[in-house]
């Protein structure tokens, strides 16, 4: 796990509408992949591909022992981000770009 990440890309990767559905399913413990593409209506791969930045940098866990893939978030880490002054300034900015795309 690197700690040498661009924390703007996270921040965006967090207020994804997909991601950040799949980040509060994830909230309330571990979840197969299967499950999580399922809620998303988008394939396990795609589950994959949309959270590979989180998962390369330690904030979500991929469970390599079990037979089926199964993610974890890890909070303290996620809450972190989002609790560092400037990335709260880029997550405002972020919704409010993303409200200008919706509205």
């Known amino acids: 796990m690197s700690d040498d990440f661009d924390r703007e890309k996270v921040v965006e990767c967090m207020f994804d509408p997909v991601t950040s559905s799949i ?6 413990g571990e979840k ?3 499950y999580l593409a399922e809620q998303s ?3 396990e791969s795609e589950v994959l591909e949309r959270l590979s930045y989180l998962i390369e940098h330690g ?3 991929k469970n390599p ?4 893939c199964s993610l974890s978030a890890n909070s303290d880490r996620l809450t972190s981000i ?5 990335n709260f ?3 405002v900015s972020g919704l ?3 409200d200008s795309y919706l509205n």
């Open 41 to 43: 209506s988008i394939s």
């Open 96 to 98: 409010e770009k993303m």
């Open 59 to 61: 904030f979500i866990s």
């Open 89 to 91: 300034d880029a997550a």
């Open 32 to 34: 197969e992949c299967s």
């Open 82 to 86: 989002v609790e560092d002054g400037d």
């Open 23 to 28: 980040l509060a399913e994830l909230e309330d």
């Open 65 to 68: 022992d079990s037979a089926k």
